[in-house]
């Protein structure tokens, strides 16, 4: 599958957590999430963060319906020492206001450190689709309000939207508004804003910034695989966006690392 994809086999989890250390490095990244991006792989990033942990945080996707879930999420934030729970409602069917969904930020809310990841809006696999399997997502289901109503049951546990919302900026943007725990990530190509004719980067930029504050943007690239690797370009154009809007050099350093290093302290070895 690999070749078929012309991505590099990943190979044992400490050797991609070095080579992940080693790209960080060659392009001045110097912390970084790392997504076990299947249910019940929290292991392999696990061992990243017990390798790394000052320069890697570790979050993990679960899926609500699951029987465990409240146990898998308690143990990944505790005796693996994770830090970020990732729900992704459209693929897993489970609405982010379902009780489902709220036993398994429950169980987060009682690990101190603990954040929500939350992926809202459109969804898609890059590597379903260059395989050509159909999707099953429901995106009905990623919706910034229903997150909303999950994150002011939970007022002292931080929530990450991915994305700007992903095609649901506004009513990203409402979430923001009405909860000052939810925070917005700025990560991946962004290609959403095709949809809307004339909306540009720095106008997603402008109004995220009106919304939410420097203070609860998070810079992000969705770097994914080798031979890729970090993804330079949207650094690039994101660092472009906001010095063309006239962003000051201490919002422009919370964006792209002071509010990361507040929400995710590096854990100490051990």
Partial sequence: ?????????PGEP???????????????????ALIASVPGDEASVAAA?????????????????????QARTRRALTDQRLTGVCLFPAMHHVPLDDDRSRHVVEAAAACPGAVVFA???????GVRDRLGL?????????????LSRLARAFPA?????????AGRFQDALTAVDACANVHLDTSSSNNWIRQTPGLTLAAVFRAALAAAGASRLLFGTDSSFFPRGWQRGIYEAQKTALEDLGVSLEDRALIFGRNFERLLPARRSG
């Fill in 1 to 9: 599958m690999y070749r078929e994809l012309q991505w590099d086999d």
């Fill in 49 to 69: 963060v017990a390798r790394h942990p000052g320069r890697i945080v570790g979050f993990f996707m679960v899926d609500p319906s699951a029987a465990d879930a």
């Fill in 157 to 165: 546990v931080p929530f990450i939207v991915p994305h700007f919302g």
């Fill in 119 to 125: 992926h809202c809006g459109l969804l898609s696999v």
């Fill in 134 to 146: 159909p999707s099953r997502f429901d995106l009905a289901l990623g919706d910034p309000m229903a």
């Fill in 14 to 32: 400490d050797a991609l957590a070095d080579r992940w250390i080693r790209e960080m490095d060659a392009n001045g990244v110097h912390r970084a």
